[in-house]
């Protein structure tokens, strides 16, 4: 799936909001201030119809109604992340290739500090400051090391983020190509 695929996927779920979506979001904390400093192009969140798999990812157009962020990276989406607003601590992406939400504004600007949310929801809370980590077994996340402060919202993501920061960088096998003589 390109970016044009997911840009019309998620244009269409835009056209899925409506009233009682935004009265949802507004009993969620998700004010209409919140929202306006969310948006990216010209909708902060759409709503579709997705069916989880077990992968982590889902399948767009079945299942149940589900909230969708797009995943920005580079020069376009790479990914939509999708979610219960019953379970906003449980999400699925649509290509896997997305790790982290919100990841161009943070690391385009290589701000020295970084506020971590747990879950989208408290991302839209929050108006779309910060991000989330939307896959912690991406090999992104050393990203975060670059970063000199990190604010979580949580101590249980406090101790997920040491976690990860902490274990070793994998190395691979280094071997030297140089010529051998033959003795």
């Keep these: 799936m390109n970016s044009d695929d997911l840009e019309r996927e998620f244009a269409a779920a ?21 929202l306006a400093r969310c948006v990216h192009h010209d ?17 767009a157009g079945a299942g ?7 995943v920005y990276e580079g020069e376009g989406m790479v990914d939509l992340v999708a979610w219960r607003s019953d379970n906003p601590a449980r999400w699925w992406l649509r290509t896997g290739l997305g790790w982290m939400l919100n990841a161009n504004d943070i690391f ?3 701000h020295c500090e970084l506020t971590l949310h747990s879950t989208p929801l408290d991302w839209l809370q929050a108006g779309g400051n910060g991000g989330v980590v939307l896959d912690w077994s991406s090999p992104d ?26 274990r070793p960088a ?14």
């Design 108 to 110: 385009n600007g290589w």
């Design 14 to 34: 835009v056209d899925n909001v409506r009233q009682p979506h935004l009265d949802r979001m507004a009993a969620l904390g998700v004010n209409s201030d919140a």
């Design 170 to 183: 994998r190395m691979p096998v280094i071997r030297t190509m140089e010529a051998r003589c033959a003795a």
């Design 64 to 70: 149940t109604p589900h909230i969708v962020l797009p």
């Design 43 to 59: 909708h902060p969140f759409g709503v579709m119809d997705a069916e989880p798999r077990r992968d982590g990812t889902y399948e």
């Design 141 to 166: 996340i050393r990203w975060l090391r670059s970063v000199a402060a990190i604010d979580c919202d949580s101590a249980h993501l406090a101790a997920m983020v040491r976690r990860e920061l902490s």
